[in-house]
């Protein structure tokens, strides 16, 4: 029998930048209910561990199902980035479709936003010490913006974040070279008016001086009849540019 779930088409695009090694990673699947699970992930420091644990986590993320809900696809990364000896920390932002809504956790400075046709509505706040010392009424150093509280290695659930809405018509993840380089209504424009909104992001990102991987993943999400597939979670590829 066909199920209602939440589908749709994905997009993505990503810059190197300056680094020496392109530690972002973002990754797509449909799960067993035929749900589209998205997510992206940004390893910590500038080497090849940090990358391979950003590519590990956004699998492992995206292999649970959307009923098992985002934490345990937190839990998910986190076990298959400690069980790597070759893999180093990142942070990760996964978004899962549930009933009519999306549910999203994450930890670090990833982000996630969603796109109403209108509105540009940030769903995630950034695990930074300069967040922290803003929240508690100081001003950050600039160099606070860069130090993340939580990743997949060290956060425990309890330290997860999490958040929920109903279906927006599109959802986005960003990595820190996009929404550190560009402000929110420069986002929004993009998100609402561009014809390939990750490659749009991306491409300002680098056009304003982005100095980190800038990695932009877009889903176009849709509510429909979709007859589950016969067999477990199915890596998917982004739709053509």
């Given at each position: ?5 939440p589908v ?58 959307a009923a ?100 927006p018509p ?72």
């Open positions: 029998m066909d199920t209602v779930v749709g088409t994905w997009r993505t695009a990503g810059f190197r930048g300056p680094r020496r090694i392109d530690a972002d990673a973002v990754a797509a699947a449909v799960d067993s209910a035929g749900c589209l699970v998205v997510a992206l992930a940004d390893g910590v420091g500038d080497t090849a561990g940090a990358a391979r644990a950003a590519r590990i986590a956004a699998q492992a993320a995206v292999s649970v199902p098992d809900g985002p934490s345990a696809a937190l839990i998910a990364a986190r076990r298959a980035v400690l069980a790597e000896p070759a893999a180093g920390d990142c942070v990760l932002v996964v978004a899962q479709p549930f009933g009519l809504g999306c549910r999203i956790a994450w930890v670090g400075d990833v982000r996630a936003y969603a796109w109403d046709g209108r509105t540009l509505l940030r769903l995630t706040t950034d695990h930074t010490l300069a967040q922290y010392v803003r929240d508690r009424g100081g001003v950050p150093a600039p160099a606070m913006e860069h130090q993340v509280l939580t990743s997949v290695r060290t956060a425990a659930p309890a330290e997860y974040g999490l958040s929920s809405l109903s279906l599109r959802l986005l993840l960003t990595s820190d070279g996009v929404h550190k380089t560009l402000p929110h209504p420069v986002i929004a424009e993009i998100a609402g008016h561009a014809p390939d909104p990750a490659a749009a992001l991306v491409a300002a990102a680098r056009e304003a001086g982005a100095r980190d991987n800038a990695t932009a993943l877009v889903v176009d999400l849709v509510v429909g009849n979709v007859q589950p597939p016969p067999t477990g979670p199915q890596p998917l590829m982004p739709a053509a540019a």
